[in-house]
């Protein structure tokens, strides 16, 4: 599925840095979302956006801020990196909202706080 | 807060038989229930979905039946495949909200 790339793949930064994850989709699908992947616990959700400037807090937003400035990207950043953070993230997206039909998965950036 | 809860969390089954997981939700208002496959190291892919107003939908060896009065959907693989060994999600909508809740997983393991 290479309408949907996320950058890095893997990343291994301090605690306390700065971090931004990049997702990027050529699909011009209106809605973009943020999971973290931890073993346990599935997929839970951080941000979602349902279209340009429109961005919103999903379950575990804390630690994280987004922006979508334009359709095609739905960058992540991790303000002041925590080990908790350690985690793998997927960027999804989608024609519709949730109820409104599939979420297509970027392939993944694993992130390593240390 | 509303949650999905999925089991069992690993499943293992002989090659030809049929796997079975399942799904309960706790938002009466969640009107669309997803089925994701995950590949080992892979993304998460969709496999089939079903939505508030059907109770059973099939795709091949795939089916998934919804029970609204209960609040639990389930995933029901036939004749499976070593192929078929993955981490399977289910997701359920948040009510009028475009949030996905997810299950935590099921590692399903096909035996030679």
């Known amino acids: 599925d290479a309408g949907i790339t996320q950058s890095p793949r893997y990343k291994i930064t301090e605690t306390g840095r700065q971090v931004t994850l990049m997702c990027h989709q050529t699909?011009?699908?209106?809605?973009m979302f943020w999971y973290r992947q931890d073993l346990g616990h599935g997929l839970r959700l951080i941000y979602y956006s349902a279209a340009a400037d429109i961005t919103d807090k999903g379950e575990v937003p804390d630690g994280y801020v987004v922006s979508r400035s334009k359709t095609e990207n739905f960058p992540l950043t991790l303000e002041s990196a925590t080990r908790s953070q350690t985690s793998v993230y997927f960027c999804?997206?989608?024609?519709?909202?949730?109820?409104?039909?599939?979420?297509?998965f970027g392939p993944g950036t694993r992130l390593t706080v240390t | 807060g509303e949650n999905v809860e999925q089991h069992p969390s690993t499943l293992s089954v002989q090659e030809g038989d049929s796997a079975v997981i399942k799904c309960t939700y706790s938002d009466s208002a969640s009107n669309y229930f997803p089925w994701y496959k995950q590949e080992l190291g892979k993304r998460p892919q969709l496999i089939i979905d079903?939505?508030?107003n059907v109770g059973e939908k099939k795709d091949q060896r795939i089916a998934v039946t919804l029970n609204k009065t209960a609040k639990h959907f389930s995933l029901h693989i036939t004749e499976t495949q070593p192929e078929d060994s993955a981490v399977y999600f289910c997701a359920a909508s948040m009510g009028s909200n475009y949030q996905l809740i997810w299950g935590a997983g099921t590692k399903l393991i096909i035996k030679p």
């Open positions: 079903i939505r508030s």
């Open positions: 999804a997206s989608s024609l519709g909202g949730g109820p409104s039909g599939e979420q297509y």
């Open positions: 699909w011009s699908h209106s809605y």
